[in-house]
Antibody, heavy 116, light 106 residues
Framework: QVTLKESGPGILQPSQTLSLTCSFS??????????VGWIRQSSGKGLEWLAN???????YYNPSLKNRLTISKDTSNNQAFLKITNMDTADTATYYC????????WGQGTLVTVSS | EIVLTQSPTTMAASPGEKVTLTCRAS?????MHWYQQRSGASPKLWIY???KLASGVPNRFSGSGSGTSYSLTINSMETEDAATYYC?????????FGGGTKLELK
């Protein structure tokens, strides 16, 4: 059974760095062809793809967030991570992690609020 | 970046009605994926690689398309189908989602 669960700080101040963790089970990110991605959704808005990390450590980012994103993984502990620097109120959203070439499995999401 | 435009943005359908949602890409893509999202819940994979139904998806749903034009069809609308549907392309980076179609029950 594949499960994913996101965790994050809940609230942070503008200009701070957001650190998110995706803890998963039922698959390994060291398996050929495996991928974990991060997607966010602002309240009442659509989905925005942020980044992917693949089993071979290839990484892809949404250029709209310029150089603010860093994705990484800890294969031994079945976790993936996303850091976003210089957070702004516009980054307030629910952040999801999901598995696969197509996102067949999603976490429940973690709400991140940026507020001073 | 490939922009995906979904239409309509919102629509209402009666039980038993046939429904077609469309997704147009700004450049050709190899395939399209679709997700269903109910209010307050995470998105669910609904259709992948243009026409393959995800596990548990009723066979009244179908997907089709190629190039820049894709669609999701519900053969006969049911109450439980009311939700927002998003298309997504993974043919080229950055991966992108459409803006969504909110399907309501009439």
């Amino acid at each position: 059974q594949v499960t994913l669960k996101e965790s994050g700080p809940g609230i942070l101040q503008p200009s701070q760095t957001l650190s998110l963790t995706c803890s998963f089970s039922g698959f390994s990110l060291s398996t050929y062809g495996m991928c974990v991605g991060w997607i966010r959704q602002s309240s009442g808005k659509g989905l925005e793809w942020l980044a992917n990390i693949w089993w071979n450590d290839d990484k892809y980012y949404n250029p709209s967030l310029k150089n603010r994103l860093t994705i990484s993984k800890d294969t031994s502990n079945n976790q993936a991570f996303l850091k976003i620097t210089n957070m702004d109120t516009a980054d307030t959203a629910t952040y999801y992690c999901a598995r696969g070439n197509w996102f067949a499995y999603w976490g429940q999401g973690t709400l991140v609020t940026v507020s001073s | 970046e490939i922009v995906l435009t979904q239409s309509p943005t919102t629509m209402a359908a009666s039980p038993g009605e046939k429904v077609t949602l469309t997704c147009r890409a700004s450049s050709s893509v190899s395939y399209m994926h679709w997700y269903q999202q109910r209010s307050g819940a995470s998105p669910k994979l609904w259709i992948y690689e243009t026409s393959k139904l995800a596990s548990g998806v009723p066979n009244r749903f179908s997907g089709s398309g190629s190039g820049t034009s894709y669609s999701l069809t519900i053969n006969s609308m049911e109450t439980e189908d009311a939700a927002t549907y998003y298309c997504q392309q993974g043919s080229s980076y950055p991966w992108t989602f459409g803006g969504g179609t909110k399907l309501e029950l009439k």
